[in-house]
């Protein structure tokens, strides 16, 4: 089925490690982000894309690093995990020319817990 | 920057109750509405959306919304809800030419049986 794909589900990770996010959407959508969740904060955009090879900053990037080789992949790196970055990792993605009426596909989550 | 506030964090009503949740955006300029809605252990859904024309949007699982724009508003209606409505509800404002939402903190709806 057409979406985004979101790996893994779960992850635990010791302060100091590093990791990728995987995100893959099969719409041949331009924009693709990263949100983290945190309970009574809604959803913080850390990074975005709006196409191969250009991402920019969003709200909250500090501590994370993403690049776009494809327009399928967006992956999130943690450098170097801390307790703070402990939340919930969504991927969204978006056609540029009709994100009104179509808006955000959102992938099922990644839940990150830092030790 | 643009913001948006959502001033009931848990709502709890019982069946058949009617719902308002309030959304309220700070930006001046025009801009696009949009509910989401995330069910235990899922991912977010487009629940309804407003960019232009009728203030009042109909949505899906007869949830509707109203776009007031004297009052930077955007509130989230159901005239009866049901159990499988209890959910986390998101409101999120997109502005000019940009692609990024900013999301509200979210309300908690919890529907008792």
């Known amino acids: 089925n057409a979406g985004v794909t979101q790996t893994p589900k779960f992850q635990v990770l010791k302060t100091g490690q590093s990791m990728t996010l995987q995100c893959a959407q099969d719409m041949n959508h331009e924009y693709m982000s990263w949100y983290r969740q945190d309970p009574g904060m809604g959803l913080r955009l850390i990074h975005y894309s709006v196409g191969a090879g250009i991402t920019d900053q969003g709200e909250v990037p500090n501590g994370y690093n993403v690049s776009r080789s494809t327009t399928e992949d967006f992956p999130l790196r943690l450098l170097s995990a801390a307790p703070s970055q402990t939340s919930v990792y969504f991927c969204?993605?978006?056609?540029?020319?009709?994100?009104?009426?179509?808006?955000?596909?959102f992938g099922s989550g990644t839940r990150l817990t830092v030790v | 920057a643009q913001s948006v506030s959502q001033h009931n964090h848990h709502v709890i009503l019982s069946e058949a109750a009617s719902l308002e949740l309030g959304c309220n955006y700070s930006y001046g300029g025009t801009v696009n509405l949009f509910w989401y809605v995330q069910y235990p252990g899922q991912h977010l859904q487009l629940l309804l959306k407003?960019?232009?024309?009728?203030?009042l949007v109909k949505g899906i699982k007869g949830f509707e919304a109203e776009f007031i724009k004297s009052k930077f508003s955007f509130n989230l209606r159901k005239p009866s809800v049901q159990w499988s409505d209890t959910a986390e509800y998101f409101c999120?404002?997109?502005?000019?030419?940009?692609?990024?939402?900013?999301f509200g903190s979210g309300t908690q709806l919890t529907v008792l049986p």
């Open positions: 999120a404002v997109n502005s000019g030419s940009a692609r990024q939402l900013t």
């Open positions: 407003y960019f232009s024309g009728d203030p």
């Open positions: 969204a993605s978006s056609p540029l020319s009709d994100f009104v009426n179509y808006g955000y596909t």
